[in-house]
Nanobody, 124 residues
Framework: QVRLVESGGGAVQAGGSLRLSCVAS????????MVWYRQVPGKEREGVASIMRRDGSTKYADSVKGRFIISQDNAKNTLYLQMDSLKPEDTAVYYCAASSDCYSGYWPPRADYWGQGTQVTVSP
């Protein structure tokens, strides 16, 4: 069973930056993609960004395009999310996940493995 552990969340003011990390306990097959989701209490979990393990191609939700960058270091089994120009509406619990569903065309893809989440709070 793959374990995913996120870190890097915290509280920042609007316009600030945070970098989230997610370390996997073991190698994740190259057919998978890695995905960042976020969830606000009372709302559905939404996909933020994804990256294909095989070729590094990325996809972003419209709400974060131009502000967030997803990246990976396969040698370290680590996923990142650089978040710049943060807005109060980015406040949420952020989860990383591994998905075998990324070639289905659905967004967000269905995740096979989840991290425990890390809180991001952006104040006005």
């Amino acid at each position: 069973q793959v374990r995913l552990v996120e870190s890097g969340g915290g509280a920042v003011q609007a316009g600030g930056s945070l970098r989230l990390s997610c370390v996997a306990s073991e190698y994740i097959h190259s057919s998978f993609c890695m995905v960042w989701y976020r969830q606000v209490p009372g709302k559905e979990r939404e996909g933020v960004a994804s990256i294909m393990r095989r070729d590094g191609s990325t996809k972003y939700a419209d709400s974060v395009k131009g502000r967030f960058i997803i990246s990976q270091d396969n040698a370290k089994n680590t996923l990142y999310l650089q978040m710049d120009s943060l807005k109060p509406e980015d406040t949420a619990v952020y989860y990383c996940a591994a998905s075998s569903d990324c070639y289905s065309g659905y967004w967000p893809p269905r995740a096979d493995y989840w991290g425990q989440g890390t809180q991001v709070t952006v104040s006005p």
